[in-house]
């Protein structure tokens, strides 16, 4: 594909979302027993690890980030697969998803980017995870249990949410004193890398600088800081110079930017994992003055012809959908959603689409024919991010991997 430049020094991430070669015709779809199914494709997956890898300076890994199910694509799965291949750097939310990774037989370090209860220190020595130290006082808290630990130390450079204050100098260097913690790592995190503007730039250099400054006060003390990393997708992007031990992709791993327009300083071909589908279970003719769905919300002023499909938002699909101009693609054609999504189904006018039949295959996300629909389209229909709209997908939906 070609790169198209947007403006001085930016580029576009290309996509791609074919999960087959060209001329080639794989159904991926599971028996007509499933309702809903997300296809994940692990050649894209190891694609976008090895075009990210290619960005970052000689010696930095990627830390696969597989929280909330792996954005929605598998968690298990996915660090296997990345596993097998090679990456023995993880990072997850909670504990909750370290244990169901060493459960799976995942090797290598898993950290834990949010807060554990200190009465779980046991558990997260028992499965070998590695906890973020949120603080000192938390730092104090699992030291006074008496468990060899292993954490990273994160630090505050002005995103204000966990982290030692980057300007506490003492709190800092006091994290490395501990008995009982092991201090692997340190990071911190970067709250406006996704942007390129003057006042985006100046507060990531500022939030860089901090941190900078923070590891060099660590090693002039004559400490070893650990692993150090701070970039995640978007630093990746546009700050591939910043030379540090780890790199954090989470969104750009599945081939996705949060925002599909944002422009990033780097070239990257990125290619979508995912695809999310679904079956026609019914069809049938509506009249003229009839309504469709709850609240009778949609009533047609001619008569057309509707598909029922088996997915709804308890799956996943946004109910704001109903009313943002949701589409999905049938037989290589878009159609509309029409009345309320419900948490089981949803409806759609194929009055159009020639010869839909019962057992159909709907595409919400991914490509039919000459047509495809992004997550990054859902997203901007529901003015969130995808982010959002591929983590939120639901535990009915079954996940099949294509290689």
Same mark, same amino acid.
């Given at each position: @594909?070609?790169?198209?430049?947007? *403006?001085?020094?930016?580029?576009?991430? *290309?996509?791609?979302?074919?999960?087959?070669?060209?001329?080639?015709?794989?159904?991926?779809?599971?028996?007509?027993? =499933?309702?809903?199914?997300?296809?994940?494709?692990?050649? =894209?997956?190891?694609?976008?690890?090895?075009?990210?890898? *290619?960005?970052?300076?000689?010696?930095?890994?990627? @830390?696969?980030?597989?929280?909330?199910?792996?954005?929605? =694509?598998g968690i298990t799965e996915i660090a296997g697969h990345l596993n097998r291949s090679g990456m023995d750097s993880f990072a997850v939310a909670e504990i909750g998803e370290g244990i169901l990774l060493r459960e799976q037989g995942i090797q290598g370090e898993i950290l834990i980017l949010g807060y554990t209860d200190p009465e779980r220190a046991a558990d997260l020595a028992r499965y070998h995870l590695t906890q973020t130290m949120v603080s000192l006082e938390y730092g104090q808290a699992l030291e006074a249990l008496g468990i060899d630990l292993e954490v990273h130390v994160k630090i505050d450079t002005g995103m204000n949410r966990l982290g030692v204050p980057h300007q506490d100098k003492e709190s800092i260097l006091r994290c490395y004193d501990f008995v009982n913690l092991r201090v692997t790592g340190i990071f911190s995190h970067l709250s406006m890398s996704d942007g390129l503007g003057p006042e985006e730039t100046e507060f990531t250099r500022r939030q860089i600088? =901090?941190?900078?400054?923070?590891?060099?006060?660590?090693?002039?003390?004559?400490?070893?800081?650990?692993?150090?990393?701070?970039?995640?997708?978007?630093? @990746?992007?546009?700050?591939?110079?910043?030379?540090?031990?780890?790199? *954090?992709?989470?969104?750009?791993?599945?081939?996705?930017?949060?925002?599909?327009?944002?422009?990033?300083?780097?070239?990257?071909?990125?290619?979508?994992?995912?695809?999310?589908?679904?079956?026609?279970?019914?069809?049938?003719?509506?009249?003229?003055?009839?309504?469709?769905?709850?609240?009778?919300?949609?009533?047609?002023?001619?008569?057309?012809?509707?598909?029922?499909?088996?997915?709804?938002?308890?799956?996943?699909?946004?109910? @704001?959908?109903?009313?943002?101009?949701?589409?999905?693609?049938?037989?290589g054609q878009r159609a509309s959603i029409i009345g309320n999504i419900c948490m089981d189904q949803l409806t759609v006018d194929v009055t159009g689409v020639d010869d839909v039949m019962l057992g159909d295959t709907v595409t919400l996300i991914g490509q039919d024919g000459d047509e495809q629909i992004t997550a990054g389209e859902i997203a901007a229909r529901c003015h969130t991010v995808t982010n959002e709209i591929v983590s939120r997908i639901g535990s009915r939906v079954q996940r099949i991997y294509v290689e």
């Open positions: @594909m070609r790169a198209h430049r947007l *403006r001085a020094e930016t580029f576009p991430v *290309r996509w791609g979302y074919s999960l087959t070669s060209p001329g080639e015709k794989r159904e991926a779809r599971p028996s007509l027993s =499933h309702r809903a199914w997300a296809e994940i494709s692990l050649d =894209h997956l190891r694609h976008n690890s090895a075009e990210l890898q *290619r960005l970052l300076p000689s010696g930095c890994r990627l @830390m696969a980030v597989v929280k909330a199910n792996a954005y929605g =694509h600088a =901090h941190f900078d400054g923070v590891v060099t006060q660590i090693k002039e003390a004559g400490i070893d800081p650990g692993l150090v990393h701070l970039q995640s997708s978007y630093g @990746m992007l546009n700050y591939p110079e910043l030379c540090y031990d780890r790199a *954090r992709p989470g969104i750009a791993l599945y081939g996705l930017l949060s925002q599909e327009g944002d422009a990033v300083r780097c070239q990257a071909e990125l290619r979508p994992v995912l695809a999310l589908k679904a079956t026609v279970t019914q069809v049938k003719e509506v009249q003229a003055g009839q309504p469709v769905g709850y609240g009778r919300r949609f009533v047609p002023e001619r008569d057309i012809r509707i598909a029922t499909v088996s997915i709804g938002y308890a799956d996943g699909v946004p109910r @704001m959908l109903s009313d943002g101009g949701g589409q999905v693609l049938i037989r």
